[in-house]
């Protein structure tokens, strides 16, 4: 009896040890199948320009078949549920910008997911700076100029923006609030109808990503005074930055990829390594640039970081703008 007893529980001590050796060789072994990509939004916009480059870039580093998934709608509920359904081994991922979890709070009551509690940190993979430009009709050649010409004429110049709460919108609200500028907000659907308006001189100033800028600056039909990173950016390094009139200044949209909560560590750190990778080839900066669109690669810590900063400046700016959720 004794010996059947010592035999059986050496059985069960086998077992329980092997356990986690089989956990270790499952994520040893990741990725074991094709890789989802679930963009929130239509083909087309800037996550999913940045998902589809990381598709073809990681189906030859991981040597697995990687698939884009847009599951736009709900206000990112249709991509978080489509991310929440799926099992939590690194094989479906999101990748996003921050306002799903920044700015969405903010604007509406009811989320389907919670940022907080639903997602992991993978990778902060690159951010697409918006840059401030001007009608030629505006008498300002620079940053500061047009600090001077909004100071001595409150409430005279307007901007126009893709949209109340949009990133654009928060971007010219933080930067009147701390350089105490009075200027008019006027909302437009989408940059598509913006950038005309101040092409048109219908509005004195907007916030937009260069490409839609690029060939009025090229004919003088706008004039770019600023860009509204922490640093200059790569794309116009002549370009000064906000922050550097106004010190810790960053409106930039952030391109992001989040894994389901529970996701093996293991399976997060080799993506985030992989596109680590990714984001410091020539090829793929370059190829980035003309889209907008400056590369990051920050791993799963700096992107932790990153979201809680900007939800911290978003909701500042937020309450003074006066937006009031949905």
């Not at 840059?131 to 009709?137: K, R």
């Not at 008019?184 to 950038?195: D, E, K, L, W, Y």
């Not at 400056?294 to 003074?320: H, N, S, W």
């Amino acid at each position: 009896m004794r010996r059947l007893l010592c035999s059986g529980f050496a059985a069960a001590l086998a077992c329980v040890l092997a356990l986690p050796i089989a956990a270790r060789a499952q994520t040893l072994s990741f990725p074991s199948k094709p890789i989802r990509l679930v963009v929130p939004y239509s083909a087309g916009g800037l996550p999913d320009t940045v998902a589809r480059m990381l598709a073809q870039r990681l189906q030859e580093s991981l040597g697995q078949t990687i698939v884009v998934d847009n599951r736009p709608g709900g206000n990112g509920a249709v991509a978080a549920s489509a991310l929440a359904s799926s099992p939590a081994d690194g094989h479906t991922l999101l990748v996003t910008d921050g306002s799903m979890l920044t700015i969405n709070p903010l604007l509406y009551k009811k989320l389907a997911y919670d940022p907080q509690a639903d997602f992991a940190p993978v990778s902060l993979v690159a951010q697409s700076p918006l840059f401030m430009a001007v009608h030629p009709s505006v008498k300002a050649n620079s940053l500061d100029e047009f600090i001077a010409l909004a100071k001595s004429k409150p409430g005279a110049l307007n901007y126009g923006s893709s949209g109340v709460g949009s990133s654009h919108h928060l971007t010219a609200e933080g930067m009147k609030a701390g350089l105490g500028l009075a200027m008019q907000h006027i909302p437009f659907r989408g940059t598509a109808n913006s950038v005309p308006a101040l092409v048109g001189g219908q509005v004195d100033m907007v916030f937009s990503a260069l490409p839609s800028l690029a060939g009025f600056m090229k004919s003088g039909q706008v004039r770019v005074l600023a860009v509204n990173t922490e640093r200059r950016s790569a794309l116009a390094p002549d370009v000064p930055a906000i922050a550097e009139r106004l010190p810790g200044f960053d409106f930039a949209v952030m391109v992001i990829v989040l894994a389901p909560k529970g996701t093996p560590q293991e399976a997060i750190a080799r993506v985030s390594a992989e596109i680590e990778r990714i984001a410091k080839r020539q090829d793929v900066i370059a190829q980035m640039q003309v889209a907008g669109i400056d590369m990051v690669g920050g791993g799963p810590t700096q992107l932790a970081d990153a979201i809680r900063e900007e939800a911290a400046r978003v909701e500042k700016v937020a309450k003074l703008a006066g937006l009031q959720q949905e």
